[in-house]
Nanobody, 130 residues
Framework: QVQVAESGGGSVPPGGSLRLSCQVS????????VGWFRQGPEIEREGVAT????????FIADSVKGRFTIAQDNVKNRVYLQMNNLKPEDTAIYFC???????????????????????WGLGTQVTVSS
């Protein structure tokens, strides 16, 4: 059974950086896409980034493009979300989620498709404030 778990959240001032880590319980071929989503008191759950595991192809949501990047370490079975130039609007719980099929990773991300991204972690809090 595939499981994911997030870590790396915290509190930072505006303009700061954080790197979140998603630990995946299975090897790369077992998780076709791994995405990052966020949800806060003032925002509905939205996708921020995803990566197609086998080829390492990244997809970044327009709302965070230029500030966030996604990468993977296949040896450690981890997917990272590097967040730079953080803004108060980025405050949210950040979730890692994995897909088990070869569907459209990017479309599933933008639509927050829980059918595609079927395995979710419990989330890690990111707070951006001065």
């Amino acid at each position: 059974q595939v499981q994911v778990a997030e870590s790396g959240g915290g509190s930072v001032p505006p303009g700061g950086s954080l790197r979140l880590s998603c630990q995946v319980s299975e090897r790369t071929v077992s998780t076709k896409c791994v995405g990052w989503f966020r949800q806060g008191p003032e925002i509905e759950r939205e996708g921020v980034a995803t990566i197609r595991r086998v080829v390492g192809a990244p997809f970044i949501a327009d709302s965070v493009k230029g500030r966030f990047t996604i990468a993977q370490d296949n040896v450690k079975n981890r997917v990272y979300l590097q967040m730079n130039n953080l803004k108060p609007e980025d405050t949210a719980i950040y979730f890692c989620a994995a897909s088990l099929t070869d569907a459209d990773c990017y479309t599933g991300l933008t639509r927050v498709d829980r059918g595609l991204y079927s395995v979710w972690g419990l989330g890690t809090q990111v707070t951006v404030s001065s």
